[in-house]
């Protein structure tokens, strides 16, 4: 598991041979990781200075947070996608927490990493569905990274049964995501192993949705 998730403990300053430890500056270097309850703080702080920031958007700047809405313009899907890419990054850690520590379930802050990590996977699901790219732009290859690592935290969150019931469409922000790398397929050459490592945590995973890519919008089969 990760450091970032341990639980501080007391330690004094220096090696454990009985000598300290000095940055260049000749100053005594102590390295100490966030606790939980400290990661939550700051989780709290940074929605709510989102929250803030999004509140007080122009109009004229202003997006759908429906993924199903589209955007005005370029701009505002522009934003749209920062806004839950930065989103997606303060509430990733719990997400991480949940999937890797073996007790997590006993935790006493665990409700809230729980209620931290749903709103996490249903950025990512959100960030799936309305980013289906099928139009050639600077952004388009982190675009298609950005599908591939996020379907593959989806089915992580899945497999393991760490969210019950899962937050809804994560099924077909799956199927979109491969659908998108298939179609790229033939120009970028890593969408096929992108679209690969999704299929491989896949494996075994039920309730699946079967859904197709017809080249210009999904049907059911």
């Given amino acids: 598991m990760s450091l970032t998730f ?21 100053e005594d270097e102590t390295t100490t990781q966030p606790t939980i309850d400290e990661l939550l703080h700051t989780a709290n702080e940074f929605e709510l200075q989102l929250d803030l920031w999004l509140t007080c958007l122009p109009q004229i700047l202003k997006f759908p947070s429906d993924p ?17 890419w930065n989103l997606s990054r303060v509430y990733r850690p719990f997400i991480y927490y949940l999937l890797h520590a073996p007790h997590a379930r006993h935790h006493r802050r665990y409700h809230k990493m729980l209620d931290y990590a749903n709103k996490g996977l249903e950025i990512d699901i ?28 989806i089915l992580a969150v899945k497999k ?62």
């Fill in 6 to 26: 341990r639980q501080r403990t007391p330690r004094s300053a220096g090696n454990h041979d009985g000598t300290s430890t000095s940055t260049s500056t000749g």
């Fill in 68 to 84: 199903s809405l589209p955007c005005g313009d370029e701009r505002l899907q522009y934003l749209r996608q920062r806004y839950w």
């Fill in 126 to 153: 959100n960030f799936i569905l309305s980013n289906v790219i099928m139009h050639r732009h600077h952004g388009a290859w982190l675009t298609l990274r950005a599908l591939t690592s996020n379907s593959v935290i």
């Fill in 160 to 221: 393991l049964r760490v969210l019950e019931p899962m937050p809804y469409k994560w099924g077909e922000a799956i199927t979109l995501a491969k659908s998108c790398l298939s179609y790229w397929e033939s120009e970028v050459r890593d969408a096929g192993k992108l679209k690969e490592a999704i299929e491989k945590v896949e494996v075994n995973i039920p309730e699946r949705i079967p859904e197709r890519w017809n080249g210009n919008e999904l049907t059911n089969q």
